[in-house]
């Protein structure tokens, strides 16, 4: 007999922008930590090559040498802006234990500064990197 469990932590933030682009704007995160699955947080970059509908992979010719292609993710969450409000809101999925040590660090600081990676593609802008540095 199998048992999974499935243990989700989740806390959210809210707060102005301090980047030019945005200022005025107000970011709302919602940062989820757990493990959905085997191997959700254990993928290596190995584990995106693209493969054909045989189950090849696919290789593509760069400098003299055929390479395989990779297709890794777009991001770690989803950022967007809702309409008709001056707030960006967006939700990231990290290890367990990430979570944890982000909620272990903001019980010991009076002001939290979060720095967030993102990047665009088409209409869709994806979160690719999620910092919390500790701070005194």
Do not use: H
């Amino acid at each position: 007999m199998c048992r999974s469990t499935i243990s989700i932590t989740a806390w959210s933030f809210f707060g102005p922008v301090a980047t030019p682009r945005s200022q005025g704007a107000d970011y709302q995160l919602t940062v989820y930590g757990g493990e959905l699955g085997d191997g959700d947080f254990n993928t290596k970059f190995r584990d995106y090559v693209v493969r054909d509908a045989e189950g090849n992979i696919k290789r593509r010719k760069s400098r003299g040498q055929e390479r395989p292609i990779y297709a890794p993710p777009d991001g770690i969450g989803s950022l967007e802006k809702r309409r008709g409000e001056n707030l960006w809101s967006g939700v990231v999925w990290v290890a367990a234990l990430t979570t944890s040590d982000m909620l272990t660090l903001l019980t010991r600081v009076e002001r939290v500064y979060v720095s967030i990676q993102e990047k665009r593609i088409g209409r869709q802008r994806w979160i690719v990197g999620l910092t919390v540095p500790p701070t005194r």
